[in-house]
């Protein structure tokens, strides 16, 4: 007989899954653990002290919390889940089982490379690691290692796309799977610049192999990759919104050819748009600056066929289940349901995130923002939200699948998504008004001299928001502790795969054909760089020298 606790059978994908599950979720956990203390800084009460000597500064918590949440957590949760979902959605094996598991600890061994010095204070440099701040080579090493382990996974999903269209070729690519597809493909696309800058100025610099580096150049390079990174994050809870969540409603999704009309917009508009980070940046022309803002602009267009596709996926199940009016039919979503609500409120979160997005990406506008407080609030709308707390509201019903388990607790979930959408309401306001006012972000205020009276109320609720932020956080490790651990009840979990009322048969040829749409990407980014990349790279001198500032 088999044990009452026993493990499913998984197979080796589901393996796979929860090996990078195991790494995400821990290195959320620390990196949310040290955001109290940030939050809590602001509001008055400096708790740094008691960290000593594991933290060395307010900066040194910053940096961790920032690279372990924004880049680790990431990364590892979206390359351990889409390969899940082609693989489930394609129904067969990932190609190369041994390269997908290569690639794993590849990624697992850059990351522990990048947090050797992160954890030592040798890499207090904040997850945007400007220049002239200089971190040990084995941070900038480990995470290129952890980009390059990325590609190999947009390897693994081409190959066996690959080996699927061979077996299908007259059908349409499920759906799921193509949208993981277009994720990793344009995140190769994007994160070649992130990769110049680290191993031909970073690496050697860092090294010594050069005496010097250019803050110009290497904030192009990274804001090359550093918006379109925003998409690699959000790309997989679309997927969910898109795939999952309408079933999970009780409906269908809307419409597939839109789903994949969206996708195509955002690999062929996400990397363009870099500028909109340097509006302030002398040595780039205001014309291209311009034309970044535009192409920012028109990248919020498939966010807005998503909301419109989306909303009507979730009307389409809350009708089938009793729902009536204009507006009134949202009650009558399944809200007991811990996974659809987090992903639910998430969404509603993201469309202020969203609004708030349109300030950043103005090229007048923005300069009341720029590097204030409003960008942290932004980051933790979009970031922080649609995307936490969606990958949250999906281990719901994933952590019970590769278990074979029911949730520990749905009520403690519940309680858990709406403490994170309450207290993220909270602190992300609150940061919003205090860029209005004018405060700086990346900045230990609580220690800054020219701290103004106005701002007291809203630093105050910094620190509300970031402690309900913080014990929402903690309930949800709980319930996946002991989900993991304690839960005894088998569940039937399977994939919540939804149907489409207008399906991929309705979509014309061109939406599951590749090269035309990598070739528009192509000439985009060769029109919004080029100039500006020759320029730099051709003319820019290296002799500005390192400083460790913490």
Not at 51 to 71: A, T
Not at 78 to 83: E, K, N, T
Not at 115 to 134: C, D, E, H, Q, W
Not at 227 to 233: A, D, E, R, S, T
């Amino acid at each position: 007989m088999t044990p009452a606790n026993a493990a499913p059978d998984l197979t080796p994908e589901d393996r796979l899954t929860a090996a990078y599950l195991i790494v995400a979720l821990v290195s959320l956990f620390v990196g949310v653990s040290l955001g109290i203390f940030q939050a809590l800084e602001h509001a008055g009460i400096n708790l740094y002290p008691w960290l000593l000597p594991v933290i060395k500064s307010y900066y040194h918590g910053l940096s961790l919390h920032g690279v372990l949440n924004v880049l680790v957590f990431t990364t590892f949760f979206i390359s351990g889940f889409l390969q899940f979902i082609a693989a489930r959605s394609l129904r067969m094996p990932l190609w190369n089982r041994g390269l997908a598991w290569a690639t794993f600890w590849l990624m697992t061994g850059g990351l522990i490379l990048a947090a050797i010095p992160l954890l030592g204070n040798a890499a207090t440099v904040l997850f945007t690691f400007y220049p002239p701040m200089k971190a040990h080579w084995a941070f900038y090493v480990g995470l290129t290692l952890v980009v390059v382990a990325t590609w190999l996974v947009t390897l693994t999903l081409v190959f066996t796309y690959r080996a699927w269209r061979a077996r299908n070729p007259e059908v349409r690519t499920p759906l799921p799977a193509w949208m993981a597809l277009v994720t990793f493909v344009m995140w190769t696309i994007a994160s070649l610049g992130l990769a110049a800058e680290m191993l031909f100025m970073m690496i050697p610099w860092s090294l010594g192999m050069v005496a010097g580096t250019d803050a110009l150049l290497a904030r192009v390079l990274f804001w090359y990759t550093g918006h379109p990174i925003v998409y690699f994050w959000l790309l997989p809870a679309y997927i969910s919104w898109y795939t999952l969540v309408p079933r999970q409603a009780g409906g269908k999704i809307f419409s597939d050819p839109l789903a994949r009309v969206s996708f195509l917009f955002l690999l062929v508009l996400s990397t363009p748009v870099g500028f909109h980070h340097q509006f302030t940046d002398p040595g780039i022309g205001e014309g291209w600056k311009l034309l970044h803002a535009l192409f920012t602009f028109a990248v919020f267009f498939p966010s807005l066929l998503t909301f419109f596709s989306v909303v009507a996926s979730l009307e389409n199940g809350a009708r089938a289940r009793g729902g009536r009016g204009w507006v009134a039919w949202f009650g009558k979503l399944p809200w007991g349901d811990p996974s659809l609500a987090a992903q639910v409120l998430a969404m509603v979160l993201f469309a202020f995130g969203g609004i708030g997005g349109l300030i950043n990406a103005s090229l007048t506008m923005n300069l009341v923002v720029h590097n204030t407080a409003w960008v942290v609030g932004h980051f933790h709308l979009t970031v922080g939200t649609a995307v936490t707390l969606t990958f949250m509201g999906i281990t719901y019903w994933l952590v019970p699948l590769l278990r074979g388990r029911r949730l520990w607790s749905r009520r403690l979930a519940l309680a858990q998504a709406w403490s994170w959408f309450v207290g993220m309401a909270i602190f992300s306001n609150a940061q919003h008004r205090l860029g209005l006012m004018g405060m700086p972000r990346r900045t230990m205020i609580g220690a800054a001299p020219y701290v103004q009276p106005e701002w007291q109320s809203a630093l105050a609720l910094v620190g509300i928001g970031g402690t309900i932020l913080f014990v929402s956080a903690m309930l949800y490790f709980a319930n996946m502790v002991l989900t993991v651990a304690a839960s005894r009840e088998p569940a039937a979990v399977e994939v919540p795969f939804a149907q489409a009322l207008s399906g991929p048969e309705h979509a014309p040829a061109i939406l599951d054909r590749w090269r035309p749409w990598l070739v528009l990407a192509g000439v985009l980014i060769a029109i919004a760089y080029g100039p500006t990349m020759i320029r730099l790279v051709t003319t820019t001198p290296f002799t500005t020298p390192g400083f460790r500032v913490w």
